[in-house]
């Protein structure tokens, strides 16, 4: 059974940065692509990044340029470096994982992954 247990989250202001990780346990990373998803009160989960083996990104398109998605395959863990928060960002964050089964890129959808962490929380506030 694969476990991810988030982390880094917490209250920031407009403008601010933040860096989540997720840290998995009994697997390694090379053999799973990752994901970031996030889910605001209200709203339906949302795709933000994914990274596939080799550490390839993939970004959804409302998440380019202020979010960067990063592993450690040595440290089993992923990152999401967060920059110019916004109020909007304000969010449950989930790291998601995915056994690889064939080649290719990642994707940000979330019937995709099979593994889910419990998630952490981020507030901006204005």
């Known amino acids: 059974q694969v476990q991810l247990v988030e982390s880094g989250g917490g209250s920031v202001q407009a403008g601010g940065s933040l860096r989540l990780s997720c840290a998995a346990s009994?697997?390694?990373?090379?053999?799973?692509?990752m994901g970031w998803f996030r889910q605001a009160p209200g709203k339906e989960r949302e795709g933000v990044a994914c990274?596939?083996?080799?550490?390839?990104?993939t970004y959804a398109n409302s998440m380019k340029g202020r979010f960067t998605i990063s592993k450690d395959n040595a440290k089993n863990t992923l990152y999401l470096q967060m920059n110019s928060l916004k109020p909007d960002d304000t969010a449950m964050y989930y790291c998601?994982?995915?056994?690889?089964?064939?080649?290719?890129?990642?994707?940000?959808?979330?019937?995709?992954?099979?593994?889910w962490g419990q998630g952490t929380q981020v507030t901006v506030s204005s």
């Open positions: 009994r697997y390694t990373y090379s053999r799973y692509y």
């Open positions: 998601a994982a995915r056994f690889i089964r064939s080649g290719g890129s990642c994707v940000t959808s979330e019937w995709w992954y099979d593994y």
């Open positions: 990274i596939d083996s080799l550490g390839s990104p």
